[in-house]
C-alpha cells in the first residue's frame, strides 16, 4: 500500500527559504497529482499547489510566486521549496495524492515546520 | 477562489448519536466536494469523495450528501473514535479550498 513520509528541517530562520521532500514507498509516482497542503497551529488547511508527473505544477496564487515544486521520478520523491518564509508560514505540512478530482486519498503524517526570528 | 463555509464550529455530541455537518460552497462546485477526518498526530483521512461516495475502508455510518452549494456529512451512531475535526474540500476549481473545519467533541 502506497505510504508518503515527509522530511525537512524543523526549524527555519525568518526570511529564509523552507525545503521539504516526500517520499513515496510501496507504489509509483507515475499517473497521479502530488501536492502539498498545510495547517497553522489554531487554523484551517490550507492547499499550497500539485505537481503532476509530467512536472507542470499549479499553484496556490496566496502564496505570491514563494513557491516552487520538483519531482524525481528515479527516487520516488517530490519536494515544496518555499522562499522569503515568515512566522505566518509556520505550520504542519503534509505531502498527499490527489486521484483526479476524487480527493486527496493518502497523506503523510505531517512534518511541523517552524519560523523563527 | 471558492469559499467553503462550515457549520457548525463546534458541535458536542455522545456516543450513538447522529451528527450532521453542512458545507456551503461560495458558488457551484458541482459534486466535487470532499470530507476528512482530522486527529492529531494522525494524517488526514478522506471520508466521502464527489460528495456522496465512501471512501474505501470508512466505516458505512459516515455518508454524504448534497450538490451544487450545500453539502453535508452525517455520522449514524458517533463512535469514541469519531470524536476529531472533520473539514469539507472542493475539488471543482483552481485553487482548492478547504471550510474552516468542525470540531466533533463530547
Known amino acids: 500500500q502506497v505510504q508518503l513520509q515527509e522530511s525537512g528541517p524543523g526549524v527555519v530562520r525568518s526570511s529564509g527559504t523552507l525545503s521539504l521532500t516526500c517520499t513515496v514507498s510501496?507504489?509509483?509516482?507515475?499517473?497521479?497529482?502530488w501536492n502539498w497542503v498545510r495547517q497553522p497551529p489554531g487554523k484551517p488547511l490550507e492547499w499550497l499547489g500539485f505537481?503532476?508527473?509530467?512536472?507542470?505544477?499549479n499553484y496556490n496564487p496566496s502564496l505570491k510566486g514563494r513557491v516552487t515544486m520538483s519531482l524525481d521520478t528515479s527516487k520516488n520523491q517530490f519536494s515544496l521549496t518555499m522562499r522569503s518564509v515568515t512566522g505566518v508560514d509556520t505550520a504542519l505540512y503534509y505531502c498527499?495524492?490527489?486521484?483526479?478530482?476524487?480527493?486527496?486519498?493518502?497523506w503523510g503524517q505531517g512534518t511541523m515546520v517552524t519560523v523563527s526570528s | 477562489d471558492v469559499q467553503m463555509t462550515q457549520s457548525p464550529s463546534f458541535l458536542s455530541a455522545s456516543v450513538g448519536d447522529r451528527v450532521t455537518i453542512t458545507c456551503r460552497a461560495s458558488q457551484t462546485v458541482e459534486t466535487y466536494l470532499n470530507w476528512y477526518q482530522v486527529k492529531p498526530g494522525k494524517a488526514p483521512r478522506l471520508l466521502i469523495y464527489a460528495a456522496s461516495s465512501l471512501q474505501s475502508g470508512v466505516p458505512s455510518r459516515f455518508s454524504g450528501s448534497g450538490s451544487g452549494t450545500y453539502f453535508t456529512l452525517t455520522i449514524n451512531s458517533l463512535q469514541p473514535e469519531d470524536f476529531a475535526t472533520y473539514y469539507c474540500q472542493q475539488g471543482f476549481a483552481s485553487p482548492r479550498t478547504f471550510g474552516q473545519g468542525t470540531k466533533v467533541d463530547i
Open positions: 498527499t495524492r490527489e486521484v483526479g478530482d476524487d480527493g486527496f486519498d493518502i
Open positions: 510501496g507504489g509509483s509516482i507515475g499517473g497521479y497529482y
Open positions: 505537481i503532476y508527473k509530467t512536472g507542470s505544477t
